[in-house]
């Protein structure tokens, strides 16, 4: 297995593959201004196993396109639609986020936990905006710093991880400057970091290590992974996941 095959497998059995909660995917469906009751579209875009596809579909009825590239995943997230009797209205497809295709205009939602910075904030608003209807909206969450100024080590990391994180304000300006209104704004607790994502995980590093036993890539993708919760338990108070809602205009 390559490195991204090892991380698939970490992250397979977990509920969730990023930071996230039901309260919040809740909260974020409530600042969209469009009828949920109706049998609207939406597409879940790197939806992982599924934690937050369930979350909208329990509680819209919509028809929802649940898009990530890794297979695995999605055969996950299968099995507990066909459990919840949701199927009729959970779709999965295998794409990836930067090719997708849907309609031109074909969608009222897009909704993205935890997975933009796959191919870039800017990027992913701009290129999604295609398969929006006029008035649509996105929802998406998107690593973000939550104050003015953070310690350099902090600072140093992330930008190497991810050179795209930046401050809300400026979040909020790429939206604008993209073809949105944006309309809400929120950002995710620290348990929707550590109880929801990191605890499981760290949980599941054990029996991860005895499937790959001698493996240096393996341990690697752990040590790597540990890292980066130290440095959240650390940091916490300095980032997050923004979680921004705008309306295409
Ligand atoms: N939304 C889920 C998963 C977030 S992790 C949650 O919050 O739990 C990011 C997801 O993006 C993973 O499931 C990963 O398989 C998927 N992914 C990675 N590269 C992708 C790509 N190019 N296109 C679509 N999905 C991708």
């Not at 009825?61 to 055969?75: E, G, N, S």
């Not at 790959?212 to 959240?232: G, S, T």
């Amino acid at each position: 297995m390559n490195e991204l095959e090892l991380l698939v497998d970490l992250n397979l059995q977990q509920d969730r593959q990023g930071p996230g909660g039901t309260k919040e995917t809740l909260q974020a469906l409530e600042l969209l201004n469009v009828d949920t009751n109706q049998n609207i579209r939406i597409a879940d875009i790197g939806c992982g196993s599924g934690a937050q596809t369930i979350d909208l579909a329990q509680n819209t009825k919509a028809h929802i396109t649940a898009v990530d590239i890794f297979p695995q995943f999605l055969d996950k997230l299968k099995i507990k639609a066909e459990n919840l009797n949701l199927s009729d209205r959970i779709t999965t497809l295998c794409a990836s986020m930067d090719d997708m295709p849907f309609e031109k205009e074909s969608l009222d939602v897009i909704w993205s936990e935890g997975a933009i910075y796959i191919m870039g904030f800017e990027k992913g608003i701009q290129y999604w905006s295609n398969f929006l209807k006029k008035d649509g909206y996105i929802a998406i969450s998107e690593l973000s710093w939550t104050t003015h100024k953070r310690p350099v080590e902090l600072e140093k990391f992330w930008k190497e991880a991810y050179p795209e994180i930046d401050t809300i304000s400026n979040k909020v300006k790429v939206l604008e400057g993209s073809g949105y209104s944006p309309v809400g704004f929120f950002t995710l607790p620290a348990y929707c970091w550590l109880d929801n994502y990191y605890q499981p995980l760290q949980k599941e590093m054990a029996a991860f290590l005895g499937r790959h036993p001698n493996n240096k890539l393996a341990e690697q993708v752990v040590n790597e992974n540990r890292d980066e919760i130290e440095l959240y338990q650390k940091y916490k108070e300095y980032y997050s996941y923004g979680f921004y809602i705008a309306r295409k205009i």
